[in-house]
């Protein structure tokens, strides 16, 4: 998923270990995470992973899920791969307690917004990002 970012956008490019680092951070993060694989045979075609967090500033108490990556190699999509992780990690989350589900999509990225919104989500908070060039910083 992130070698697709980064074609999206150059600001996703990541370092070689990217990959291996944020599955250390997301599983030492919280216990409450959980990785859902889709396999055929021995080859890994996607994945999703979540996690819960409890809300403390407003809506005090309500344990929200975020969806935190959900990949499906280029040539395993539009079987239905995506969807079924999608719907099983959103299901684990709902049983864990969680009243809402969150995610982030990039704005360049129609395709993966017409998924998510096929599955019911929509617009929350928009994230701006302003780039610092060397006289500004």
Not at 10 to 22: K, L, V
Not at 38 to 49: I, K, R, S, W, Y
Not at 103 to 128: C, H, K, P, Q, Y
Request: with cysteine; glycine share 6%; net charge neutral.
């Amino acid at each position: 998923m992130m070698r697709e970012h980064c074609l999206i956008d150059p600001r996703f490019e990541t370092s070689s270990d990217a990959a291996r680092e944020y599955g250390k951070q997301l599983m030492l993060k919280s216990r409450s995470a959980s990785i859902l694989v889709a396999d055929h045979q021995t080859l890994v075609v996607g994945f999703a992973a979540s996690q819960l967090r409890v809300r403390t500033i407003y809506n005090p108490n309500s344990v929200i899920g975020n969806l935190t990556e959900l990949c499906v190699e280029p040539e395993w999509r539009r079987q239905g791969i995506g969807s079924d992780l999608a719907r099983e990690a959103i299901s684990w989350m709902h049983k864990q307690g969680a009243k809402s589900i969150e995610l982030t999509v990039a704005v360049a990225n129609s395709g993966s917004n017409a998924f998510w919104r096929e599955l019911g989500f929509r617009d929350f908070i928009s994230m701006l990002r302003k780039e610092m060039d060397e006289e500004q910083q």
